[in-house]
């Protein structure tokens, strides 16, 4: 710390100004011990701050050190451009109704090392951005927020640029907002810590060009990050290795609204644990990936996906979904795609990979209705089709382990093969299978039956002789157990003599 007491604050370094308190005033002095401000502590706090700021700014910026203290603040902080604040734990706390820092109209403005305690005072924001260029906030702490007002917002015009990064946000004994909302453009959210959100961790109506990663995001009263509203499109967005904790609604929400969507988005490696409702949702939009998640205890899916063209669900852990014990499909099965038309194009088109998941219920009475839910409704109507479920790991379904269903009617049983829905490789869920098989003639039985252990009857049945006397003239038929080797003449006598090779798939 460079001024870790009063007589040191002589050595500035390379500080442009520091403010700090001596006895009952508070005092800004520039590098060369010049009084730029001072007043009564405790009652001018707010405009020596904002004096050292503005003169700062005045001759081209740089840094300002706020020496630890408390710090009351009864009118707006006003953010100037290539200023950097800087402090080891000073407090910046509201003592009226005001927003307690704006970053409006601002470039290279960043600050660092602060308490911002919103004093649970109603009416504003802690902090304010809006139309600002490569803002750093970083390494500081919110707490105390207003019930009707965000510890950070980034709100109407765009800010672009954007650096949000180490800061530990704490809504505890509050309720209204959201912890951090109105995320700015071509930004990164990194490594924050969001505890007791008084609704959802990290918001936005509309994303672009963002990276939220490693924050940690514990018991927000809603989502734990979302982009909740439609007002326009949203493109590039990752959001990677975040944990979240006991969210009060879902875990990862991308999109609501049918007529703005979300484009080019990764979700990964995020760790989302006892949601109450899905753990990762996503409605409506084009080329997302849902990679290596791991969801677990979610009150209804574990990860639900409506409406989306070119998507891909692939290598997630999904463990006891459905801990609400929902009776109806899309709301209580694994991970669920379903079809939905998408304005502005010419037909509801949905081209899927659903791919080496674990999707499991290891709870001693199950819950989870379908493994992997494919969904079609025939009100809108819309189709799901153009699909791959291959080689994914399904164990403990209440029922199927892979269904498709009408959303309508709540009833299930369609073809895959008749929406272009390729299902294979699948444990738990067994559609093609193969062996060998040894019967003992007795020269008058002509039928002789295979288990083929598949989900349902076999659309496609090969059956190859391997000893001459299994290779008379015979037909095939099969059904939801069997295949049935049917002769016209029946085999002689011997002693495992009529072998066959078979492969059977749905």
């Not at 080496?356 to 001693?364: L, S, Y």
Request: a negative charge; glycine letters at 10%; one cysteine or more.
């Amino acid at each position: 710390m460079p001024y870790p007491i009063a007589s040191n604050l002589k050595a500035k370094g390379d500080y442009s100004a520091i403010v700090y308190k001596e006895g009952d005033l508070v005092i800004a002095e520039d590098n060369e011990g010049k009084v730029i401000a001072k007043g009564e502590a405790g009652v001018d706090d707010a405009s020596v701050i904002q004096s050292a700021i503005d003169n700062i700014s005045a001759v081209g910026g740089g840094k300002i050190f706020v020496s630890r203290s408390e710090y009351l603040v009864d009118s707006t902080l006003n953010a100037r451009s290539n200023i950097q604040l800087i402090s080891e734990g000073a407090v910046l706390k509201k003592s009226s109704n005001i927003v307690l820092l704006k970053i409006v109209d601002v470039e290279d403005f960043r600050i660092e090392g602060f308490v911002l305690d919103g004093n649970k005072i109603d009416g504003n924001h802690i902090v304010y951005c809006e139309n600002a260029n490569r803002v750093k906030i970083i390494g500081n702490a919110f707490k105390n927020p207003p019930n009707d007002g965000f510890m950070l917002t980034f709100q109407v015009v765009p800010s672009y640029y954007c650096e949000i990064i180490g800061n530990y946000f704490d809504g505890s004994g509050v309720t209204g907002y959201d912890a951090f909302a109105g995320v700015p453009k071509r930004s990164i959210i990194a490594f924050n810590y969001i505890k007791d959100s008084p609704w959802s961790g990290i918001t936005a109506g509309v994303m672009e060009d963002i990276v939220i990663a490693g924050n940690i995001i514990d018991n927000p009263k809603a989502t734990g990050i979302s982009i909740d509203s439609g007002v326009a499109h949203t493109y590039r967005v990752v959001i990677v290795a975040n944990i979240i904790r006991n969210a009060g609604h879902g875990g990862i929400n991308l999109g609501w609204s049918k007529n703005y969507h979300v484009y080019d988005a990764v979700v990964a490696n995020n760790v989302i644990l006892n949601p109450a409702k899905s753990g990762i949702t996503a409605f409506y939009g084009r080329n997302i990936q849902i990679v290596s998640n791991r969801v677990e205890n979610a009150g209804n899916d574990g990860i639900s996906i409506r409406g989306f063209d070119n998507i891909a669900i692939s290598d997630n852990v999904v463990i006891n979904p459905n801990n609400n014990n929902n009776s109806e499909y899309r709301i209580a099965d694994g991970i669920v795609v379903f079809a939905d038309e998408l304005t502005g194009y010419p037909d509801d088109r949905t081209h899927f990979i659903v791919k080496g998941n674990i999707v499991k219920d290891e709870r001693d009475t199950s819950q989870m209705l379908l493994g992997i839910s494919l969904h079609f409704d025939t009100n809108v109507p819309s189709y799901l089709r153009k699909g791959l479920v291959i080689d994914n790991v399904i164990e403990g379904s209440k029922e199927e382990a892979i269904a498709m269903v009408n959303e309508a009617y709540q009833t299930k049983g369609w073809k895959f093969a008749d929406y272009n829905i390729t299902v294979k490789n699948n444990y738990g869920f067994i559609t093609e299978n193969s062996g060998t098989a040894t019967f003992s003639g007795d020269g008058s039985t002509t039928q002789f039956s295979i288990a083929h252990g598949l989900v349902s009857t076999p659309s496609k049945v090969q059956v190859t002789p391997m000893t001459e006397d299994a290779s008379g003239d015979f037909y095939v038929t099969a059904d939801d157990t069997y295949i049935y080797i049917n002769y016209k003449t029946a085999p002689p006598s011997g002693t495992d003599n009529v072998k066959v090779s078979w492969h059977a798939e749905v």
